[in-house]
């Protein structure tokens, strides 16, 4: 092999140019950022006001097309036996709080998180921190490699598995097309007993802790969502701490903060691996002039 | 001494039992594009990633390991005596992760859009697993371009056409390809060692997207240096154990003075990563999970001792000089590699909400085995096809 060192300093030279312009095109996108600028919507979810009947399942089903049946049917409690997960074919799902005696329900569905990990996660951003709040999944992009369902701390992602030729993620959009005009989702519309209020985050942390101060009786005191894993668009009030009960015990850290630095850490705009390139360059060229000499 | 093809029949008794048993994974593998991956594969909602991410792709990436490993060794730093296990390593490493690709491709939903990531419009440089699959699929036309040479090795000056012009132009062709892969096989060589240092690495920083769906005893912010350091570690035990694999199954003499200077370098490589995980462990202070009787402390437990056994094993001159103690050293390195990949991806998987665990199906059980035993056969065809070994006495 004969390479003379002239080629070598060429070649190295216009690997920076190129790759810089990749990593400022690779990391443009920084998801979450958009969702705390205020102007973005928000769900306060009142599990105290919840009564159980179910009818945001309906007009959820409705709304995204998917399979439903006559809203009567909907008054079915034995569901409550288990602890339902959203599906393929439901966005949300209405659960019994498991740890409290009486029937007091809660609404589940995607949190919409202020620094989303699917979203981080997807290899193709087919998953997107929209302005509006509502994280959104764009089935032309993904290749179903289902690393968004690894990332969510909340277990939401379903996936398709039925489906032979076009599987998709499917998750509550927070009906996006509604929020952008600046509409009440379907479920939030539908709920008869206001157990669900729609407005910007600021606004709806400021109802929640007025609430707390209020009925301190009613209330254990913290706003589920307001700092967990970073902040998310849906916030939830509830009788008990639904930390380590209905919901996942999480750190007030964004659930990609670690991957992203390390990531960001490697990829310095690529100069550790050029670094770590013209290295071995150099060991390979040197030790190679030393067995000649 | 020269690296030439092989004259050995393709089949055996035994290659006819991992030919079957490469249809078996076939037919499965059609049965998930026929029917879906319902069907064929016992993935939920919970459990979105299974054996095909777990042993196909994170295990086969880091098998195919010694590739780099020995292009290192016996390119950068020069130590010619390396180079008879090169042509094998490149090859494995070039199978290697051909067929992880065929692997993932079962995998995803959305196959035929496994090319999305390379469309700059869809980058996403957030994604551990963006760079994972830009950097697998560079490594792979890296791997292609230097295994060339060998296949233009192989014709040039052979080139039998009838036709003297046709003949002349493909040796002239021959002869261009010949003098351009020799001069960009340095920058081949360096890009494939930094790639690979990058993904390998990388593969180690996925699961950390869920800190609290991990167990402790693999959540660990040095994932990544563990992953690299382990990928160096078996680079050189999987070039052992398939040297020594194949000298069986062709019936040549292994290389087995030069397996035991290799063999030297072992201990090093797996004490540092040993040192390593023992380190992170103690300063995370998570012994008491090691002890706590899981599932997860137990194989925590067999995967390292699937490591320190090699390491103590392989200090022993005696035994790097015997061909039965090198072949049982490396295995043992290679299943503790596979081990930990295992553990990682799936072992240590805990989702919140859930009761069930995950089994692989019977169908994703072919397709792996499968996967595995189509590489053995394709590698066997080019070593006999193809100037890849070397054998010490001449004709
Ligand atoms: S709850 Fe899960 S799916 Fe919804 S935005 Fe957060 S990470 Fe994504
Ligand atoms: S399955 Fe689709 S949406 Fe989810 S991470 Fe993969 S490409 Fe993105
Ligand atoms: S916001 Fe829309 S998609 Fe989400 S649960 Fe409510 S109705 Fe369904």
């Known amino acids: 092999m004969s390479t003379s060192r002239r080629d070598?300093?060429?070649?190295?030279?216009?690997?920076?140019?190129?790759?810089?312009?990749?990593?400022?095109?690779?990391?443009?996108?920084?998801?979450?950022?958009?969702?705390?600028?205020?102007?973005?919507?928000?769900?306060?979810?009142?599990?105290?006001?919840?009564?159980?009947?179910?009818?945001?399942?309906?007009?959820?089903?409705?709304?995204?097309?998917?399979?439903?049946?006559?809203?009567?049917?909907?008054?079915d409690t034995s569901v409550f036996a288990f602890r339902r997960r959203p599906e393929v074919d439901k966005f949300t799902v209405v659960n019994k709080i498991q740890s409290l005696k009486e029937q007091q329900t809660i609404k589940i569905q995607c949190m919409h998180c202020l620094h989303p990990a699917c979203a981080s996660a997807c290899i193709v951003g087919a998953l997107k921190k929209q302005e509006c709040g509502a994280v959104t999944y764009d089935a032309d992009k993904c290749i179903?490699?289902?690393?968004?369902?690894?990332?969510?701390?909340?277990?939401?992602?379903?996936?398709?598995?039925?489906?032979?030729?076009?599987?998709?993620?499917?998750?509550?959009?927070?009906?996006?097309?509604k929020l952008e005009k600046g509409e009440k989702p379907a479920c939030v519309e539908m709920c008869p007993n206001e157990a669900m209020t729609f407005g910007t985050r600021a606004e709806l942390i400021e109802v929640a802790n007025s609430r707390m101060h209020q009925h301190p009786e009613k209330y254990f005191h913290h706003i589920y969502g307001e700092y967990e894993a970073g902040g998310t668009s849906w916030l939830y009030l509830s009788q008990i701490d639904l930390r380590g009960s209905e919901f996942p015990q999480l750190s007030s850290d964004p659930i990609p903060k670690l991957t992203e630095t390390i990531q960001?850490?490697?990829?310095?705009?690529?100069?550790?691996?050029?670094?770590l390139f013209t290295l071995l360059g150099v060991a390979m060229h040197s030790l190679k002039d030393k067995d000649r000499d | 001494m020269k690296a030439r093809p092989l004259n050995i029949p393709f089949f055996t008794p035994g290659v006819w039992i991992v030919f079957?048993?490469?249809?078996?994974?076939?037919?499965?593998?059609?049965?998930?594009?026929?029917?879906?991956?319902?069907?064929?594969?016992?993935?939920?909602?919970?459990?979105?990633?299974?054996?095909?991410?777990?042993?196909d792709v994170a295990s086969g990436v880091a098998l195919a390991a010694g590739g780099f490993t020995s292009a290192a060794l016996a390119e950068i730093f020069h130590r010619e005596k390396y180079h008879v296990i090169l042509r094998p390593a490149l090859l494995t490493a070039m199978l290697g992760y051909t067929f992880v690709v065929i692997g993932l491709l079962a995998d995803l939903g959305r196959y035929y859009n496994v090319w999305h990531p390379m469309i700059p419009t869809m980058w996403q440089g957030n994604s551990v697993l963006f760079e994972v699959g830009l950097c697998v699929m560079a490594y792979l036309n890296v791997l292609y371009s230097e295994f060339a040479p060998i296949v233009v090795d192989r014709f040039k000056g052979k080139v039998t056409f009838k036709n003297e012009y046709l003949r002349q132009k493909t040796e002239g062709l021959l002869t261009f390809l010949d003098k351009f892969f020799?001069?960009?096989?340095?920058?081949?060589?360096?890009?494939?060692?930094?790639?690979?240092c990058l993904h390998q690495s990388s593969l180690g920083t996925l699961m950390l997207i869920a800190p609290t769906k991990i167990h402790p005893l693999w959540y660990t912010p040095i994932s990544p240096l563990l992953f690299w350091l382990s990928a160096v570690a078996v680079g050189y035990p999987m070039v052992i154990f398939e040297s020594l694999l194949a000298s069986k199954s062709f019936g040549i003499k292994p290389e087995t003075h030069v397996l035991s200077s290799l063999a030297k370098i072992i201990p090093f490589?797996?004490?540092?990563?040993?040192?390593?995980?023992?380190?992170?462990?103690?300063?995370?202070?998570?012994?008491?999970?090691?002890?706590?009787?899981?599932?997860?402390?137990?194989?925590?437990?067999?995967?390292?001792?699937l490591f320190a056994i090699p390491l103590i094993l392989l200090t022993q001159e005696k035994i790097r000089q015997s061909v039965r103690g090198l072949f049982i050293s490396s295995a043992l390195v290679v299943s503790g590699v596979v081990i930990n990949r295992i553990n990682v991806f799936l072992i240590a998987y805990h989702p919140p909400y859930t009761e069930e665990i995950y089994l692989p199906s019977i169908y994703e059980i072919a397709v792996t085995v499968g996967l595995i035993c189509a590489l053995v056969l394709v590698y066997r065809f080019l070593t006999i096809n193809l100037p890849i070994v070397t054998i010490e006495d001449g004709e």
């Not at chain 1, 909340?154 to 998709?168: G, H, R, S």
């Not at chain 1, 960001?264 to 670094?275: D, S, Y």
């Not at chain 2, 360096?190 to 690979?196: E, P, Q, R």
């Not at chain 2, 992170?280 to 925590?300: H, K, N």
């Open chain 2, 20 to 55: 079957s048993l490469a249809l078996i994974g076939a037919s499965a593998y059609l049965y998930r594009m026929f029917f879906g991956l319902a069907e064929a594969t016992n993935l939920t909602n919970s459990y979105p990633w299974g054996i095909w991410i777990a042993i």
């Open chain 1, 144 to 177: 179903g490699c289902r690393y968004c369902m690894v990332a969510c701390p909340f277990q939401i992602p379903a996936y398709e598995y039925k489906n032979v030729l076009t599987p998709k993620v499917q998750k509550c959009s927070f009906c996006v097309d």
């Open chain 2, 269 to 305: 490589t797996v004490g540092f990563y040993f040192a390593a995980k023992v380190i992170d462990i103690t300063i995370r202070e998570a012994w008491p999970f090691v002890g706590e009787g899981s599932l997860q402390s137990y194989m925590f437990i067999f995967e390292m001792a």
């Open chain 2, 182 to 196: 020799r001069k960009i096989l340095w920058v081949l060589i360096i890009a494939g060692v930094v790639l690979s």
């Open chain 1, 8 to 75: 070598f300093i060429k070649i190295l030279a216009t690997l920076p140019l190129a790759s810089s312009s990749f990593a400022s095109d690779g990391h443009s996108e920084k998801n979450g950022d958009l969702a705390s600028n205020g102007t973005s919507y928000s769900v306060l979810m009142d599990s105290t006001l919840c009564v159980g009947c179910r009818k945001c399942e309906w007009a959820c089903n409705d709304k995204n097309h998917l399979p439903n049946k006559d809203i009567s049917t909907f008054e």
């Open chain 1, 264 to 275: 960001h850490g490697i990829f310095k705009n690529f100069v550790p691996p050029l670094a």
